[in-house]
């Protein structure tokens, strides 16, 4: 079934036909991919954009993020949509094996993101702050930072 969110086909002329991202698994860092594992992260991205976060879209623009007796409160599905994006890999999605990463290059892991802020951008938010927050640290951390 055609998405509502993203054409896949656009997409995947883009990345293979436009930008040639096959062309990258034939360098060292990215040897272990393929157009294969390239379309099995973008078919996840889709599967969770498309279940956990398309899905409380307008909800989370309803009931917005309050304070209330020193917490934020936000709607549990901003947590489950979360949790199935961490899970699936994607908090790591660029970075190395050896840091837990699926070692995606930043050009695929970017059109797996676009799935994310085509569903709902302020779920998508929370992840991606987390990880420009991660890629500060690794960059300019300090080593117990870094650690932690």
Excluded at 77 to 103: N, P, T
Aim: with cysteine.
């Amino acid at each position: 079934m055609q998405s509502k969110l993203l054409n896949r086909r656009d997409l995947d002329f883009i990345l293979y036909e436009l930008l040639d991202v096959e062309a990258l698994t034939r360098r060292p860092r990215f040897a272990e991919h393929s157009r294969e594992t390239f379309g099995a992260a973008l078919d996840t991205a889709t599967k969770i954009a498309e279940e956990k976060f398309a899905t409380h879209n307008r909800k989370s623009d309803v009931d917005e993020p309050r304070f209330e007796n020193g917490r934020v409160k936000i709607i549990p599905e901003v947590g489950e949509a979360l949790l199935a994006f961490r899970e699936a890999g994607f908090m790591a999605a660029a970075q190395d094996y050896e840091l837990g990463g699926m070692q995606l290059p930043w050009t695929v892991a970017q059109a797996c993101f676009a799935w994310f802020n085509a569903a709902n951008i302020s779920t998508a938010g929370y992840a991606f702050l987390t990880i420009a927050n991660a890629n500060l640290i690794r960059t300019f951390g300090s080593e117990a930072q870094k650690r932690k």
